[in-house]
């Protein structure tokens, strides 16, 4: 690396040219040997001759526009974390926050443990993090917003202004047990009106079954009819500018009516996600998809490449409390949550519920034992055989084998909810107006961590499956996502473009390891994969924030990154 033992930010004015690299300039076009040049966070050459004041080495290596992460929840994480690790190992340097409808803000003082305790059983974010972590120095959208822009970020930061906190805010305690009425419909519209117009990324909400607040019921979102849901966005279309996002459907608003809904209102729609299921219901999906492309609709289902697998003890089964009976459980202590798992009733009517439709079924083939305190033999061994050895059915010998163990916190099992279907995701990926998404980075985080999205797709599926090319890949995780959500000048590189920039080299780039640390606010810990291969430099608005490999400690005090705002359409 040229002038290695200089500060890489350099002063105003001066010339910073990654040289020696493949330029793959995020429009789908071939890559080209180039070199580029960059001044004052924007490109200003990119050709052979660039001369420069510094440089950075690239030879052997893409070149390529920062990566768009559109799905994340740091809407908390951004306080503490500004480089928002580990999205920015993997190339990432655009993050869209607030997803599932899940901002924290607009919040008043009195809702701010509700909200926690309702991220803590939907996102698993530890309660004592968030309070430690969010200085709550804000209760509206816009000031959420103004705090963030205050206090910087070292990766470029968008934000949905969520749905839950709004009909919280709007409804008080009714929030999570009926449908809005027509003044608190036009209230929360209000709200989402006043937020775009301060630089929300749009307006997100959810209907997915796994969504569930602190008591164990749907929350808040989930009550909404479709009156309120169309209201609300067409709200954000009659600002012109802006992305609507929607998880998972409802009686009132079909994956089918969703397209009607976008050809209706115009602005663009993401909705998460389509994965590759066991039922097979994605194909059934996928042509409701391309039906609707074929009218013109600018709906992008969300796919990803990685197997959607929880790592989660039997305190917070995620995956099992989309059983009404499980969830049930959810507000109670562990020793009441002992007993009914001793409980044969109990797990009868579990059994029940399963049999009847309600909740998703276990796919007990895919459960792992990761950690137990009381059989340490088993780790690593799948539940179906340890059933086999005890004469059991997987359900009870998942029960009997969390009541034997000494404390329920250290038990913990792996299981694949969706998405673990190769020839699927190969499909999923080659789908036109589909895009990548469901990283989920932020959230989750004592039980997945699919920030490495963007690695996995360039190491497995690109060069270990050949499933995409690389050019096109580096369009889905860059301009594509820049123009769905209208961040102008980002996602290409080109001369007058911002300067956010990856490099890596595409013969080793790969995931790395998943690791559990205790690096968060109150000592809380989490899963983080912060050691990608093959990622070698990351530029924000111009400015290196990771240099082979590390962070640039300096970006933690300069936070280069930017509120991006979407630009009108």
């Not at 705090?147 to 919280?168: C, F, K, M, Q, S």
């Not at 507000?331 to 044969?344: C, E, K, N, V």
Request: glycine share 10%.
């Amino acid at each position: 690396m040229g002038d290695g033992t200089k500060d890489s930010e350099g002063p105003a004015g001066e010339v910073l040219v990654i040289r020696g690299g493949t330029v793959v300039d995020g429009t789908g076009a071939p890559g080209v040997r180039a070199d580029v040049a960059v001044r004052d966070g924007r490109i200003v050459a990119v050709g052979t001759d660039v001369v420069g004041d510094r440089e950075l080495d690239a030879a052997g290596c893409v070149v390529s526009p920062g990566f768009i992460d559109i799905h994340t929840h740091y809407d908390a994480q951004v306080f503490w974390a500004p480089a928002l690790t580990p999205s920015c190992f993997h190339g990432v340097t655009t993050v869209v926050a607030g997803n599932c409808g899940f901002s924290i803000a607009p919040t008043r003082p009195a809702d701010r443990e509700l909200i926690a305790h309702t991220l803590e059983k939907v996102e698993d974010m530890d309660p004592a993090s968030l309070n430690a972590g969010i200085p709550w120095e804000f209760e509206s959208f816009p000031e959420y917003l103004r705090t963030i822009e205050r206090r910087g970020t070292v990766l470029n930061y968008a934000a949905y202004i969520g749905h839950t906190p709004l009909r919280i805010y709007v409804m008080g305690e009714d929030a999570s047990s009926r449908t809005a009425t027509r003044d608190e419909i036009e209230a929360m519209a209000a709200l989402v009106t006043e937020a775009m117009e301060a630089g929300a990324a749009g307006f997100a909400t959810s209907f997915a079954v796994t969504h569930l607040g602190a008591d164990g019921q749907p929350i808040p979102s989930r009550w909404a009819d479709r009156t309120e849901v169309e209201q609300l966005c067409r709200a954000v279309a009659e600002t012109g500018k802006g992305v609507i996002g929607i998880n998972g459907t409802s009686e009132g608003l079909r994956f089918e009516q969703i397209y009607d809904l976008q050809l209706e209102l115009g602005v663009p729609v993401t909705w998460t996600a389509l994965l590759t299921t066991a039922t097979g219901a994605h194909l059934k999906a996928l042509e409701i998809h391309q039906r609707g492309v074929a009218r013109g609709a600018k709906v992008y289902p969300q796919v990803s490449c990685r197997p959607l697998t929880f790592s989660m003890t039997m305190i917070e089964p995620f995956t099992l409390n989309t059983s009404p009976v499980f969830a049930e459980l959810m507000p109670l202590s562990i020793d009441d949550r002992r007993a009914h798992y001793a409980d044969t009733t109990w797990r009868q009517r579990v059994r029940d519920g399963w049999a009847a439709g309600k909740g998703i079924p276990p796919r007990w083939e895919t459960y792992e034992i990761m950690e137990s305190d009381a059989h340490p033999e088993f780790v690593g061994r799948r539940l179906l055989d340890l059933a086999a050895d005890r004469g059991a059915d997987p359900f009870d010998a998942l029960l009997d084998l969390t009541l034997e163990e000494p404390d329920l916190r250290r038990f913990r099992v792996k299981a694949v909810l969706a998405n673990d279907d190769q020839d699927g995701i190969a499909t999923l990926l080659q789908t036109e107006g589909c895009t990548l998404g469901l990283s989920d980075a932020g959230a989750h985080v004592g039980q997945l961590c699919d920030a490495p999205l963007a690695t996995d797709l360039l190491g497995n599926w690109v060069r270990g499956k050949g499933v995409l090319t690389l050019e096109q890949a580096i369009h889905k995780l860059t301009q594509q996502q820049a123009e769905i959500f209208g961040f102008a000048d980002r996602g290409v590189i080109r001369e007058g473009a911002i300067a956010d920039l990856a490099v890596f080299d595409p013969a080793t780039v790969a995931p790395g390891p998943l690791r559990r640390v205790r690096d968060f606010p109150a000592d809380c810990e989490r899963l983080t994969a912060d050691q990608p291969e093959g990622m070698r430099h990351l530029l924000v608005n111009g400015v290196p924030v990771v240099r082979d490999g590390e962070l640039v400690a300096a970006a933690l005090d300069t936070r280069p990154g930017e509120l991006v705002r979407p630009a009108a359409r």
